[in-house]
């Protein structure tokens, strides 16, 4: 029988006066399922702490306002940045590169080969080949790159895990743990212990010889699928640590290395300041995320999740991102928001749990219905094009470019956050592509700007209601508490002439 995705916070498998499936939620959070009063009732002590804390109270005011000082934020300026400098989630919400019924056509029947120049993580990826129309059966080629080793040595695990595990709901899983978990089952260690070790070793045995600054490729090959990945020797070496934590890792200092980042008590104001933007319930899910680092539905069972995640882990001393990173900064917003949780309509992150599986779902199937290649690099996307077999592509994907951004009264606070998503910034933007000379680069390599774009909007993230319409306070709302600023400007290419270089 299929498990019932939405689960009574109260169930494990020696309850049998639980019903399993969550009907009903509690009406104080609407964060958490059950399967009726019964169990609602028996779950209360356990609940009580986060359904009554005073981060679900409308009154809540940051800790600087209780204790009547300046937060360390303005102390400190605009706020400066905490935590290791590696970003293994991706920040902004991902999107369809593709879009094919937009460009070529749903009934487009040639080959589609895509460049990823400065990937990041597998976001869209996975979205651009979860939406492919189904019309669409032709081979397709992805080249993915990024500088960065612990990037790329994660995806290569993650496409790995999607091109050799069969059963679909043991892949998905798989992946979204060891994407977005601090911790993971001992399935998930499983998979990479038996099935993701040996490929690697075997590629680390062969090349041993080798300098270890020697490029080398290796294909596996799965069927219609393969996958290249394109290391230094000594890189293939370091690829093995993902797969086999430190020894020395417990659970418990595993926990204490990331809370001493993501629970740090010098960073309590920009934690609040995050949260005074957010609703009572979302604030709830936020912290409780910062706390245990499972991306889980508010109320599923942790009592699996003991094994440090050992793409997050692979040393023994530091938990590798900022203490501001967030899953939910790499999805779109409205998307995840329109995501059914049941009747617990708050669980943000269960949302998104539900969201990526579902996103998961479809590319995998997808996966499965397509001939497909893909070719990964770690190098500096300048020196990228030495290397690359092919010297056209149907898209490319450049990563983003802009100089980075970040009184006591909180409302003012809010207030300064939300002035950035009225503003209007298009003649910044025309100031600043000319002063780069855009047009006469483009021209220079046969390219012009897109007057009308048809894969992403150039201004995705800006608010499009008025105030008073329909619907324009909510979309207010979900955009201050997202992770966009309204500043980002997309630009789409396309080729005109030959180019005269």
């Known amino acids: 029988m299929t498990t019932p995705e939405l689960i009574c916070a109260n169930w494990d498998p020696t309850n049998i006066d639980c019903k399993k499936e969550g009907r009903y939620t509690c009406k104080n959070c609407y964060l958490i399922l059950y399967c009726g009063p019964v169990c609602q009732k028996a779950h209360w002590t356990r609940h009580r702490s986060e359904c009554k804390s005073p981060l679900n109270k409308k009154t809540w005011q940051p800790a600087w306002v209780l204790e009547n000082r ?10 400066e940045q905490f935590g290791m400098k590696k970003y293994l989630w991706g920040n902004i919400p991902a999107f369809d590169v593709l879009r094919l019924g937009s460009n070529e056509g749903e009934e487009y029947g040639g080959v589609i080969r895509i460049l990823f120049a400065a990937s990041g ?3 869209n990826i996975v979205k651009t080949i979860a ?3 189904s019309s669409y059966s032709h081979p397709l080629e992805l080249t993915i790159n990024d500088r960065d080793f612990e990037i790329v040595a994660r995806n290569v695990i993650l496409l790995l ?14 992946i979204i743990h060891l994407w977005y978990s601090a911790f993971v089952r001992e399935s ?3 998979v990479l212990r038996h099935r993701i070790r040996p490929l690697i070793e075997d590629v680390c045995n062969k090349i041993k010889d080798k300098k270890p600054e020697s490029l080398l490729a290796k294909t596996w090959t799965f069927g219609r699928h393969s996958l290249r990945v394109v290391l230094q020797r000594s890189s293939w070496d370091r690829l093995v640590s993902f797969v086999d934590p430190p020894a020395s890792l417990t659970a418990d200092r595993a926990r204490e290395l990331r809370a001493t980042i993501t ?22 899910a936020f912290n409780k995320f910062r706390e245990d680092g499972l991306l889980l539905p508010f109320g599923s069972s942790r009592n699996e999740f003991r094994e440090p995640n050992r793409t997050f882990f692979h040393t023994a001393n530091t938990w590798p991102m900022k203490d501001n990173a967030d899953p939910l900064h790499g999805w779109s917003l409205d998307e995840v928001s329109a995501t059914t949780t049941g009747p617990a309509t708050a669980d943000i992150y269960g949302k998104l749990y539900f969201y990526i599986r579902g996103m998961l779902r479809s590319f995998l199937g997808r996966l499965r219905s397509l001939k497909l290649s893909f070719e990964l690099f770690q190098l500096d996307a300048v020196s990228l094009p030495d290397h690359l077999e092919n010297n056209s592509f149907s898209r490319i994907e450049l990563p983003p470019k802009g100089m980075p951004t970040s009184h006591n009264d ?4 809010k207030f300064n956050l939300g002035r950035d998503l009225v503003r209007t910034y298009g003649h910044i933007f025309d100031r600043y592509s000319k002063k780069f000379m855009f047009r006469d680069a483009a021209d220079l390599l046969g390219a012009a700007m897109k007057d009308t774009h048809t894969i992403i909007d150039k201004w995705p993230y800006r608010l499009k209601l008025r105030p008073g319409q329909p619907g324009a306070q909510e979309e207010f709302d979900r955009c201050i508490s997202g992770g966009m600023s309204g500043k980002e400007r997309y630009v789409e290419w396309k080729r005109v002439h030959m180019g005269m270089i």
């Open 161 to 174: 895990i999607a091109l050799i595990v069969e059963e679909v709901d043991e892949a998905v899983d798989c």
């Open 263 to 284: 629970l740090a008590e010098s960073r309590k104001d920009y934690r609040d300041r995050y949260m005074y933007c957010q609703s009572p319930s979302h604030r709830i």
């Open 188 to 190: 998930d260690v499983d």
């Open 70 to 79: 300046k937060p360390s934020f303005i102390a400190e300026g605009l706020g």
């Open 121 to 123: 993580d597998l976001r």
């Open 131 to 133: 939406e492919l129309p």
């Open 410 to 413: 909180p409302e003012l606070i």
